[in-house]
């Protein structure tokens, strides 16, 4: 066979040869030694989980730790999967988390000279690959239609052999040049595929960066490399990409562990060293006690919307997303509270293969721990900025009580010991919310022991004792006069001693007042939101109480 004029006859117009890519289009990256160029490839498909946030912290963490590259590729070659405006959102949300590319997709461009970072844009670079392949006897034409595979399907079924198209199950591996042309001028479509080498019982070793040495079997079928439009499938395109934007190192989900044959079959049919292939693992969750793979379907923490529309802090999310990469992680951090995560060194050898599990409430317990390092008008400024896209009815409210609400974030955050309230602006609002009469409700119960009209009568004698210029100490005495003239026990422990003398205990009282003045049982300190809240506003809510 001639396989030259064969692939003249298929790739007419493709000129440019491997060696012109690899020498004066894309030469080798001028890098310092062992700098890593990584690349975040995601498909257009609308949506962008936390699989891809995991990856682009790796990839990011691995180029940036090394004085490498760190690109974004979109690799939109699947017509069917691509939405509108989807590369716009992958981009706004990785800026949200502070994922900084040097080189790829930029929202008004591309930046980098081994572009274009759209693989749709990529066509002719695949085929100057694909022709090549079909040149040195590696690529052919198949003419199959869906019905013949369907057929030949059925037949490998009942013959209980492999599917798929392979050794002399692969009708057009050996057609004619003639059949070929025939096929040509009748216009029948044709996808091109690789004509593997491999076979299935041979077994090779791959040094994978995450998991160690890995076996895997060899490649035998001939995959198909350019679909019918031209247009190549991932297994090529990534291939060819991968090779000419010079990455050295793949990080991608364990998903495509099972085709890591092909991929290493390609590169090395073309010659190729293969980029260090990072599998990283599936990230998990915990259901029922039982450890699953997060599922689009069924967890909507998985997509990156979630966070962005509750309003989570991107240092948070940031903070967390490191526990589960490194195992060493948390312990660095108890050592080096104040450092940036920047200072930790991260490293693949430290990642988990079994799963990254992730937990929501483990999230919430970090981010309450990195908000309470923010300052408040850093806190301020984000749940401003979130309302203005998330929930625009609180802008104007925000923006008009901004003092108040920085004094209302502050209670109770110096000292040894401060509070840890914070962890997303949905739940921050809420948190603050009491404050505004719009949103102020009584949410909680008064105690078991007291009853609505004892309740009342305690805030009656609250009321009439009030007065806003008291100060902490002055205004607590009071509520313990308060108690006691109304048979509650100055001090828990006095009621614990003799609980049969008391109808409770200050603290029974204090909770009535909280509740009445805050709608909640637990808040920060009643006599500082007093203090915020301002005394038209406070004797306004005890009345409403006692009515
Ligand atoms: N486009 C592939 C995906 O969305 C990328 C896999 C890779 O990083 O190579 O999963």
Request: proline share 3%.
């Amino acid at each position: 066979m001639d396989y030259k004029k064969l692939a003249d006859m298929l790739f007419p117009n493709i000129t440019k040869l491997i060696s012109d890519y690899e020498e004066t289009i894309f030469p080798k990256r001028n890098l310092k030694e062992g700098a890593k160029v990584t690349r975040l490839a995601p498909s257009p498909t609308g949506f962008i989980h936390l699989g891809n946030l995991y990856g682009a912290f790796v990839d990011e963490r691995l180029a940036h730790q090394s004085e490498g590259v760190f690109m974004l590729r979109i690799e939109d070659t699947d017509e069917k999967r691509k939405v509108e405006g989807a590369v716009e959102t992958i981009i706004s949300s990785l800026e949200y988390f502070g994922v900084k590319f040097d080189e790829g997709a930029f929202v008004d461009g591309e930046i980098g000279n081994y572009g274009p970072y759209y693989q749709s844009n990529r066509k002719e670079i695949y085929q100057s690959v694909a022709k090549h392949l079909v040149e040195i006897g590696r690529a052919y034409p198949c003419f199959c239609t869906e019905e013949e595979l369907e057929e030949l399907r059925n037949k490998q079924e009942s013959a209980k052999v492999n599917t798929g198209y392979y050794g002399e199950w692969a009708r057009d591996r050996n057609l004619s040049l003639e059949e070929i042309q025939s096929h040509l001028d009748n216009n029948d479509s044709f996808v091109l595929r690789f004509k593997s080498e491999g076979k299935e019982e041979n077994t090779n070793e791959v040094e994978d960066s995450i998991r160690g040495k890995l076996v895997i079997h060899e490649n035998f079928q001939d995959i198909v490399i350019l679909k019918t439009n031209g247009i190549p499938t991932y297994h090529f395109a990534h291939v060819v990409d991968d090779h000419l934007m010079r990455v050295t190192h793949v990080v991608r989900g364990e998903e495509w562990l099972s085709t890591l044959p092909i991929h290493i079959e390609i590169f090395n049919t073309l010659n190729w060293n293969p980029p260090l292939y990072c599998h990283t693992a599936h990230m998990m969750k915990m259901d029922n006690g039982n450890k699953r793979k997060l599922s689009k379907r069924k967890d909507p923490e998985l997509g990156l919307g979630y966070y962005m529309d509750l309003g989570y802090h991107p240092a948070a999310v940031r903070e967390y997303l490191l526990t589960i990469l490194n195992s060493n992680y948390e312990e660095w951090r108890i050592e080096n509270s104040d450092s940036s995560t920047d200072d930790f060194k991260f490293t693949l050898e430290k990642m988990s293969t079994s799963g990254a599990l992730f937990d929501l409430d483990k999230l919430n317990n970090i981010s309450k721990d990195v908000l309470v390092k923010i300052p408040v008008e850093e806190i301020y400024d984000f749940l401003l900025q979130w309302s203005k896209n998330h929930k625009k009815e609180i802008t104007k409210l925000l923006e008009v009580n901004k003092e108040s609400i920085l004094k209302l974030f502050a209670i109770g955050r110096d000292g040894k010991k401060p509070r840890k309230d914070l962890i997303y602006c949905e739940q921050i609002f809420e948190f603050i919310s009491y404050y505004f009469d719009e949103y102020f409700e009584i949410v909680d119960k008064y105690p078991e022991n007291i009853d609505e009209e004892e309740a009342k009568k305690l805030l009656k004698a609250y009321l009439n004792t009030f007065d806003y210029n008291d100060d902490q100490s002055q205004w607590f005495d009071k509520i313990r006069e308060i108690s006691v003239e109304n048979g509650y026990a100055a001090k828990p422990k006095d009621y614990k001693k003799n609980p049969e003398l008391y109808k409770g205990h200050v603290g029974d009282v204090s909770v009535v007042v909280r509740i009445a003045v805050v709608g909640r049982e637990s808040s920060p300190d009643v006599w500082e939101i007093q203090q915020i809240l301002g005394e038209d506003k406070v004797r306004e809510r005890l009345k409403k109480a006692i009515m």
